[in-house]
């Protein structure tokens, strides 16, 4: 299926091209033949991989990385009016896209799926876009995270299909207009743009609105939110809009059965249309478990086979950052975890709990935002208490400035009060060694937070790697 680009985005410049959101934009529209240009701050795999595919990558932001013939400025929302590139831009009159609009423009004339939740969408829009791809669809995916290799989050396909990651933090899922959504819970997250529960409901609420007459949205029936969520939207009287429940609920459409662990994955048998599925998933919990139910009921909507949608959902292997497996040294298994609000980081733990048998859980958390980590700080301490012990870094502050008393001590203070092991580390490139030298053979090391503590799983390896050599 060829796609026309857009006029405005025929040479498009990304601000914060490496970033997971931008760099998968920046790669279909490489693919569909657009000159792209763009910036970031630092060299990384991503860069290096969107040079490959032709992209010009400046390192650094200034308004001479803005070239005199861009059609566009693609920016995301952790850009701040201050930027030199996004000022130019404006300077020059060139129009600036928030990437959600250049995403709609890609989406355009695709029969879209857009997966939206407070947790799970990375996991269940790759589930979706693996399987549809094994399954010989060749569909378009919009991913905010890699598969595998670096920018391996996006991908032109020539077939009828989008699946993309819908994000609500910001409200920019508003600008989509699926065939099928999936709303996986609903939650208070990202407190800097929702001041309450009711303004996270409306702003669901309105994403549903944008589904096309006669699509789908496919909604947890068992998460407290997702279900008040579908209450509201039952009384709003869309009556062309179809519903499709997944969850261990008796009156759930895709009825989870049983999810039946085995180590670092499991498989989950299904109930749908009459059908007994079997399901399987490659990372550990229920919640994956029900990720993967969600993204076979959305792709039953779009009307791909059940029988054959859940086999092919065996073709996935995992997102990085998902409970990713980093590797194993002095018998020590390190996991990198994307966690960062509470309800991940239990959730996460149980599952990884479950696949260590006889062993302890070591987590290195690294707290993400200031604003999470008011509001929040105190029940990630309480999450935390369900490992054996933790270290704990400071808080990663992404786009927000410090706020005046917040502090990773919050984490820790309630973690304490649940009488857990958990201990401070101010200094990132000293936590490596002391989480290595906590550790024993049998036990799992899980690096946990949305931050740069990523980075550190594999210096962790390298450190039991060192132990064990001496």
Do not use: W
């Amino acid at each position: 299926m060829t796609q026309a680009i857009p006029a405005t985005m025929e040479r498009p410049h990304f601000i914060g091209i490496g970033g997971a959101g931008m760099s998968g934009i920046a790669k279909i529209l490489a693919l569909r033949g657009a000159e792209v240009a763009g910036s970031d701050a630092r060299e990384s795999e991503t860069t290096t991989a969107l040079r490959a595919l032709g992209v010009g990558v400046h390192l650094g932001h200034d308004e001479a990385h803005l070239a005199g013939d861009a059609t566009c400025v693609v920016i995301s929302s952790a850009i701040r009016d201050s930027n030199p590139e996004l000022a130019a831009a404006r300077l020059r009159g060139i129009p600036v896209l928030h990437r959600s609009e250049a995403l709609a423009a890609l989406m355009s004339g695709r029969r879209t799926v857009a997966v939206a939740g407070t947790h799970g969408k990375t996991t269940t829009t790759s589930m979706l876009a693996v399987a549809l791809r094994t399954l010989g669809l060749r569909p378009s995916y919009a991913i905010g995270g890699d598969l595998d290799a670096p920018a391996s989050n996006a991908e032109h396909g020539e077939g009828e299909i989008f699946v993309a990651e819908a994000d609500e933090s910001d409200r920019s899922f508003h600008r989509y207009a699926p065939e099928v959504a999936v709303i996986l819970n609903v939650e208070l997250d990202h407190h800097a743009n929702y001041a309450s529960m009711e303004e996270v409901y409306e702003s669901f609420e309105t994403f549903a609105q944008r589904i096309r007459p006669g699509g789908t949205l496919v909604i947890n029936a068992d998460q407290e939110g997702a279900r008040k969520l579908t209450a509201r939207l039952c009384d709003g009287g869309r009556e062309d809009l179809r519903l499709t429940t997944y969850g261990e609920a008796a009156d759930a459409d895709a009825r989870v059965v049983s999810v039946t662990p085995t180590g670092l994955s499991s498989e989950v048998t299904v109930e749908l249309d009459g059908q007994r599925l079997i399901v399987p998933v490659s990372v550990p919990g229920r919640h994956y478990a029900h990720n993967a139910v969600a993204a076979l009921a959305a792709g039953v909507a779009l009307g791909v086979p059940a029988a054959g949608l859940a086999g092919a959902l065996a073709s996935y292997t995992g997102a990085a950052r998902r409970l990713q497996l980093k590797g194993e040294a002095a018998g020590v298994r390190v996991i990198d975890s994307y966690a960062h609000h509470p309800t991940e980081m239990a959730a996460d733990l149980a599952a990884v709990r479950e696949a260590t048998p006889g062993g302890r859980v070591l987590v290195l958390f690294q707290p993400h935002l200031f604003s999470r980590t008011r509001e929040l700080g105190a029940e990630m301490g309480h999450a935390l208490a369900r490992a054996d012990a933790s270290v704990v870094l400071d808080i990663y502050p992404a786009r927000e400035d410090p706020l005046p008393g917040v502090t990773s001590q919050i984490i820790l203070d309630a973690a304490r009060a649940r009488g857990a092991e958990v201990r401070a580390e101010h200094a990132k490139e000293a936590a490596p060694a002391l989480i290595a030298g906590m550790a024993r053979p049998g036990d799992l090391v899980l690096t946990m937070g949305a931050g740069d503590v990523t980075d550190l799983g594999p210096r962790v390896l390298d450190r039991l790697t060192e132990r064990s050599a001496s």
